[in-house]
């Protein structure tokens, strides 16, 4: 492990004045990525702030109209709570799949944001819920619709000395449902090959679907909406043959890579496998 100085701040200023300071100055959350990447060069740091002592990124809370999701908060603490409110069912799903349950205790969702994997569990879900990314620096703060947060593999649109702060979810309105669903080769402590996350809200008395949202990993350089199939089911009664054509459509916004993971084919072929069952499971939440 390279050598590095190590702050662990208790207030977003102190936080911020450490960001903000000359050299190559890393967040730390959880962790679980940037420590490994640091053991193994794949980052440096002069200086790492830790931020879970930092109070203002550990509010977790919901008003009824909104789910706020400090970014320091970990995958455990987000399970349990949304689990208990409802609502943001493909984020339950999500989070329970990262890493293991020890994995899980310390990493944060805000770590998986900001570490931008395109196989990132958390970020379909968040995408599909229509998350907002909240940021902080010294000289003020930003709101990114967190589609625009990413800005390729392991890069964020943050600037230097700018943190994510919490991620806001507006609430889903009745008669909506969502599921997030990965295929990775084993049962768990793998990445992605691919993921889906689904959400539709209906008109439950037509079955017309009056909100889609979908949003694929790692089949591209960032985490994608599939746009065109939204755009498809929106307007359209639910029934089997809207959802196979659902899932067709969206294998377009996929543009994968080859790799030791899988094929480029085979991963179109999991997203067309994934958008439907995450359809499914949505219709089967509605009923
Ligand atoms: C064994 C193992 C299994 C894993 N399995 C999975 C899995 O199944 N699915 C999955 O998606 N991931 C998995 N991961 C990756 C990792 O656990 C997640 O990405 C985790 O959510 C990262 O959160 P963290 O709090 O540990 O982030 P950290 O490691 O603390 O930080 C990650 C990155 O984000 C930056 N950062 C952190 N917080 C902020 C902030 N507030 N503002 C700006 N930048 C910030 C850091 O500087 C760093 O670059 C696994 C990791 C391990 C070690």
Redesign the pocket.
């Known amino acids: 492990m390279p050598n590095f100085d190590y702050e662990a701040p208790t207030s977003l200023a102190r936080a911020l004045e450490l960001l903000s300071r000359p050299g190559e100055v890393?967040?730390?959350?959880?962790?679980?990525?940037?420590?490994?990447q640091l053991k193994n060069n794949r980052?440096n740091a002069d200086l790492v702030v830790d931020?879970k002592r930092v109070p203002e990124?550990l509010t977790l809370e919901s008003n009824g109209s909104r789910l706020r999701i400090g970014?320091?908060v970990s995958?455990t603490d987000v399970h349990k709570f949304t689990l208990e409110k409802g609502g943001f069912s493909a984020l339950t799903e999500a989070v329970e799949?990262?890493?293991?349950i020890h994995?899980q205790n310390?990493?944060?969702?805000?770590?998986?944001v900001?570490?931008a994997?395109p196989?990132?569990?958390?970020i379909p879900s968040l995408l599909i819920h229509e998350a907002v990314a909240h940021t902080a620096s010294a000289s003020g703060g930003r709101e990114i619709p967190l589609i625009d947060f990413f800005a390729g593999p392991g890069q964020t649109v943050?600037q230097k000395g700018e943190?994510?702060k919490e991620l806001v979810l507006p609430a889903s309105s009745a008669n909506t449902a969502s599921a997030y669903l990965r295929f990775i080769p084993r049962n768990e402590?793998?990445?992605?090959v691919a993921g889906v996350g689904s959400l539709i809200e209906i008109n439950p008395s037509t079955k017309v679907v009056t909100k889609a949202r979908i949003a694929l990993a790692s089949v591209a350089p960032t985490p994608v909406r599939a746009y065109a199939a939204e755009k498809f089911l929106e307007g359209t009664v639910i029934d089997a043959v809207a959802i196979d054509k659902t899932a067709d459509i969206a294998v377009g916004s996929a543009v994968p890579i080859t790799d030791v993971r899988g094929s480029a084919e085979y991963r179109k072929e999991l997203i067309r496998v994934l958008t439907k069952r995450t359809l499914n499971i949505c219709m089967e939440r509605l009923a």
């Open positions: 890393r967040a730390l959350a959880g962790g679980t990525d940037i420590i490994d980052r931020l990124l970014s320091a995958c799949l990262v890493g293991s994995i310390r990493a944060s969702v805000g770590g998986n900001c570490n994997a196989s990132a569990d958390t943050l943190i994510l402590m793998d990445i992605a």
